[in-house]
């Protein structure tokens, strides 16, 4: 009989099909994938531990996974490639210190607690596997360039630009799209922000007076909920500006898509994701998750990842796994020699090309709020839906 299979549970930002394949090719065990939405994943993964062995979702949910008992520690002295783990908060001029940073909560401390630095030097255990990140921003239609002043540059407060009424789309994740809001607000100077990944009641009332008259004058259109949703809303036509993740810009690129991916002045968005262990895997089964999350840093994920604009915690096994051109083009900024492909073999990136915002460590740095679920989320949530169903 059969040993029964590995259940992990994540978004499509993560678990694409060139890397279900791939695990399923690479381990000597089976592997049920289950792809859901963001919000979906997370309500599973606190909700329903039993359902799922692995839970890939963003660093965010780990505090309330961890909170909720739905997650064990993970033993870093079963991770092969622990020493050379490096993520997105700690490198220099990052957010690091911001709400959402993903090292604020990394290591599982004695007393049971999550904190940024571990008890002692021993082996650590932490809450979540570091994984892949990125730095986000908006994508918009190259026709918008006909329609800016003169000497002006890229900024989130061109969301809430009324040159490009009812043609500005959203991602229905409030842990995204609040941070991005905010940080648009604050640039346009409607509404005073200390920390966009960390509102208080005040400044969420602010924002979403704002945010409600703008949508009652229609100046947003649809709102997506996966990145294959948000490129078939740019490449229809419905909208010219909106949130954009690397995976949907570089489709868009493939499909002849003339979209500029967005630098904008104020800094990036962040994001961080990871592996959890189920409180629920034993046994045989915990062996086969440990297996999985080596697997993970060993090079092959991280240039599945880099092919749709991602970053992965452990560089240095992508020497193998990409070619110079590529580790060229999407790690040191530098222009590509060669036609690149995406993640569908299509050719993603012109030979002559540069990435915006320049080599990783360029575009990391510029980071400056983090996707998170605040201290305030619930108020936050609560005036999110009577945004959406306004």
Request: proline share 6%.
């Amino acid at each position: 009989m059969s040993p029964p299979p590995l259940r992990i549970i994540g978004t499509s930002s993560t678990l694409t099909a060139e890397l279900c394949r791939a695990a399923r090719r690479d381990l000597p065990f089976p592997i049920e994938f289950e792809v859901l939405d963001g919000p979906s994943c997370m309500r599973r993964g606190v909700l329903k531990p039993e359902s799922y062995d692995i839970y890939d979702q963003w660093f965010y949910s780990l505090d309330v996974l961890w909170t909720a008992g739905a997650i064990q520690a993970i033993d870093t002295s079963r991770i092969r490639r622990w020493p050379e783990v490096r993520i997105a908060g700690q490198i220099p001029g990052s957010a690091a210190k911001q709400v959402g940073a993903p090292s604020a909560q990394l290591f599982v401390r004695h007393d049971g607690t999550l904190a940024e630095r571990p008890d002692d030097p021993a082996p650590p255990r932490i809450g979540m596997l570091p994984t892949t990140y990125n730095a986000d921003s908006f994508g918009y239609a190259r026709e918008l360039l006909a329609e800016l002043a003169p000497n002006e540059t890229e900024s989130w407060a061109w969301l809430l630009d009324d040159r490009w009424h009812g043609r500005c789309t959203l991602s229905l994740d409030p842990a995204g799209s609040a941070v991005e809001l905010a940080l648009a607000a604050r640039a346009a100077g409607l509404v005073d922000v200390r920390d966009p990944g960390n509102l208080t009641i005040e400044e969420i009332d602010a924002l979403f007076q704002v945010l409600l008259s703008l949508k009652r004058r229609g100046h947003f259109t649809r709102f997506w909920g996966t990145s294959e949703d948000s490129v078939a809303l740019m490449a229809g036509g419905n909208a010219v500006i909106g949130s954009l993740w690397s995976p949907a810009y570089y489709a868009l690129r493939g499909m002849g898509r003339d979209i500029i991916h967005g630098a904008p002045r104020e800094g990036y968005r962040g994001w961080h994701s990871g592996l959890c262990l189920s409180a629920n895997v034993t046994g045989a089964m915990r062996d086969a998750a440990y297996a999985y999350l080596n697997w993970w840093l060993d090079g092959t994920p991280g240039a599945i990842m880099a092919r749709q604009g991602y970053y992965v915690s452990v560089v240095d096994t992508l020497r193998e796994t990409l070619s110079q051109a590529e580790w060229d083009y999407w790690y040191e900024g530098k222009p590509a020699s060669e036609d690149l492909p995406g993640l569908a073999a299509t050719i993603a990136v012109r030979r002559g090309e540069t990435r915006e915002g320049g080599n990783y460590l360029n575009r990391v740095a510029r980071i400056s709020a983090w996707s998170t679920v605040m201290p305030e989320h619930n108020y936050l949530a609560r005036r999110w839906r009577e945004f959406l169903e306004l």
